[in-house]
């Protein structure tokens, strides 16, 4: 196969690892495999047109290296082409290489997936923009946005606008309607702190980072947190952690195909799609597309 690989040259810098060692490794890997690969370094400033051009080229599969945003922003691009996406890990969390079963150290990683098969995952979708893992509202979207805004201040500065921020949120929780699957009579309207929309539904282990074995049922999980106090939304998300989740009303999950969510009084919402924070205008419309996305995957261990 045609193998095009776009790489981010700084982030494999936390694993102590070269951007010109990652492209020697990643050539080094498909080619004993018997693949045809070409390798772009990039600065990250560039990524949007060096993925384009990749994407240009009408390889079989373009493999990404980098963190989620990275990853995201590359299966935009092939969906709807006949391109599979193949992910090289080299962000803080790797959220849908930990899913796909894709090891995080790169060596291992580029081996596994060398040697790889192909599986139809599905794809989120809000207001038509796709997603892989989640759409977040409320409290991440307004950390992740505070943190931005915080970045290089001191200590003590940081922690006074975090703590700022979280009396805000408290405060402020706000109203919002949702309707299920599009019907009428699967209407809601919820007070929250926090609610998240994922690509397939979350597993009910413990766990810092979410996790999702299904990626192809279909569906959409909903995720509402509903406290009453900011100490109660620390139990919830301590109760999450340890996947704990079902049977506390202060957490609901629902399951849909398709989700509208909508507030009476803001024309625009702010949201962390896969870690990144955009604006968006209401009502959001969510659906999932299934089997939409071509991924390299490492075969599975029983299948070898």
């Not at 990275?70 to 959220?95: E, F, K």
């Not at 024309?267 to 999932?288: A, C, F, I």
Request: glycine share 8%; hydrophobic share 45%.
């Amino acid at each position: 196969m045609r193998v095009h690989a776009v790489i981010n040259s700084r982030a494999g810098q936390a694993l102590g690892v070269s951007g010109e060692s990652l492209a020697d490794k990643t050539r080094a890997a498909f080619e004993a495999a018997g693949h045809a690969i070409a390798v772009n370094l990039v600065e990250p400033g560039t990524m949007d047109v060096a993925l384009d051009r990749a994407v240009a080229a009408k390889p079989d599969v373009l493999l990404a290296g980098g963190g989620d945003g990275t990853v995201t922003s590359a299966a935009r691009r092939v969906l709807d082409t006949d391109i599979a996406l193949a992910i090289l890990p080299l962000g803080t969390v790797n959220r849908l290489a930990r899913d796909l079963g894709i090891p995080l150290d790169p060596d291992a990683a580029l081996n596994a997936l060398a040697s790889g098969e192909f599986r139809k995952i599905d794809v989120a979708e809000v207001n038509g923009e796709a997603f892989l893992c989640n759409s977040l509202l409320g409290l991440p979207p307004k950390i992740s946005a505070e943190r931005q805004a915080l970045r290089g201040q001191p200590l003590g500065e940081r922690l006074r606008g975090y703590f700022a921020l979280l009396k805000t949120v408290i405060a402020s929780r706000g109203h919002l309607d949702i309707a299920i699957n599009g019907t009428e009579t699967q209407r809601k309207r919820v007070r929250v702190f926090s609610l998240a929309v994922s690509n397939n539904l979350y597993d009910e282990r413990p766990s810092l980072i979410f996790s999702r074995k299904a990626l192809s049922d279909g569906k959409l999980g909903v995720y509402i947190a509903k406290p009453h106090s900011g100490l109660g939304l620390m139990w919830v998300l301590a109760r999450a952690a340890l996947g704990l989740w079902r049977g506390d009303d202060r957490l609901e999950q629902l399951s849909a195909s398709e989700v509208t969510i909508m507030t009476r009084r803001r024309k625009t919402l702010r949201l962390s799609n896969d870690g990144e924070v955009v604006r968006m205008r209401t009502p959001l419309k969510y659906r999932v597309r299934p089997a939409a996305l071509n991924v390299l995957v490492p075969v599975p261990k029983d299948a070898r």
